[in-house]
């Protein structure tokens, strides 16, 4: 909470007790059945004003003083010493109020002489409510600390997750691409610049636009056609994919990088250079509703031994970005992968 606020709330609750004291005085009848405002300006507000300021320095004392520094460091047997030292300390004060401060500007507060006893019983009766303030505003503050710093390490904790969730995207894709550019140059190809251009691309938005939680859907799918037309240089063409997009692409933001893990695991395990097998991938969106579709026939001539590429990491990177906003379905039918995905975009 911001230090002024709270000095305001503070301050608020002192002028609140105040003007209740005040308003106790006016209603029994002290000052007469007319009210003489002379004598209230004169008597009654400064006695009033000088008790609410000891009970305001003695909420203070335990606030500030006798609750971290005896209550939270030792036991609760030091801090109630502490707190009849506390009360012991503040007797002799309402009591030389009450009979010297107070007699001079013609108040008495009891019809019986105060004595020293007395003035302890006083003390202690009045300031009970602000002993019980103290510990609950303290521990209070304490549990809001806590929850704060807490909430804190859980986004540092889930940011540095997910850039390191992220940046295990990058080198598998890399590692393949610029294995196809280098067999390019290598055959002196005319692609080999249009093929170092797109991936220029995929690098500036690997660097730049994905280090945003969330970017435009219409980058996200951008950096999507790329890595197709790289996949179809680097196979000279013999790379057979459907990529249709339905709907209106307009302000939807996506997590970067979420897709890229689903298309690479098919051009790694999926037969993609068969024209009666094409790999399907199908985007729809319907306002905020995103869908991602992905259908591709399994090569079991091409087993890979280390399995998919990031399944479980794009599985941990939804759950982190989308709780309860996302459904994903991963199955196979027959000889055919499938993913489905739904996720209910943020603005």
């Known amino acids: 909470m911001n230090k002024r606020i709270l000095f305001y709330l503070h301050f608020g609750y002192w002028l ?9 005085a006016l209603g029994t009848g002290v000052l007469g059945t007319q009210t003489d405002w002379h004598l209230f300006f004169l008597i009654v507000l400064p ?39 506390c009360v012991l300390i503040f007797s002799p004060l309402y009591y030389l109020m009450e009979q010297i401060v107070y007699p001079k500007i013609g108040w008495k507060s009891y019809e019986l002489d105060l004595d020293f006893s007395f003035a302890f019983i006083i003390t202690l009766s009045a300031n009970f409510v602000n002993v019980f303030l103290g510990l609950l505003l303290s521990y209070l503050m304490d549990w809001r600390t806590l929850r704060a710093e807490k909430e804190l390490a859980e986004k540092e904790q889930l940011k540095t997750e997910l850039a390191f969730l992220k940046s295990q995207v990058n080198p598998h894709y890399l590692f393949n691409t610029i294995n196809d550019i280098y067999a390019l140059t290598q055959q002196q190809s005319e692609e080999a610049p249009e093929a170092l251009l ?8 690997m660097l730049r636009e994905s280090d945003d939680r969330y970017v435009l859907l219409s980058s996200e799918i951008n950096y999507l056609e790329n890595v197709i037309a790289l996949q179809k240089i680097g196979q000279k063409g013999n790379t057979y994919i459907i990529f249709e997009i339905d709907g209106t692409i307009g302000n939807q933001k996506i997590a970067p990088l979420i897709l890229i893990n689903f298309v690479e695991n098919a051009f790694k395990h999926g037969v993609f250079r068969n024209s009666e097998d094409p790999i399907h991938i199908l985007i729809s969106v319907d306002g905020r ?13 091409k087993k890979d031994k280390t399995g998919g590429i990031g399944l479980a990491n794009v599985k941990r990177r ?14 196979q039918q027959n000889d055919y992968f499938i993913v489905d995905l739904k996720i209910n975009l943020y603005d």
Do not use: D
């Open 198 to 205: 797109k991936l220029s691309e995929l690098l500036r938005y």
């Open 318 to 331: 939804l759950s982190l970005l989308y709780p309860n906003k996302h459904k994903l379905s991963i199955n």
């Open 16 to 24: 609140l007790v105040l003007a209740q004291s005040l308003w106790e």
């Open 289 to 301: 509703t995103f869908n991602f579709y992905l259908k591709n026939k399994i090569n079991i001539s």
């Open 47 to 85: 006695v009033k004003m000088l008790q609410t300021g000891c009970l305001a320095l003695f909420f203070y004392t335990n606030y500030l003083l006798l609750i971290p520094f005896v209550l939270k460091r030792k036991n609760i047997g030091y801090y109630v010493l502490s707190l009849v030292g």
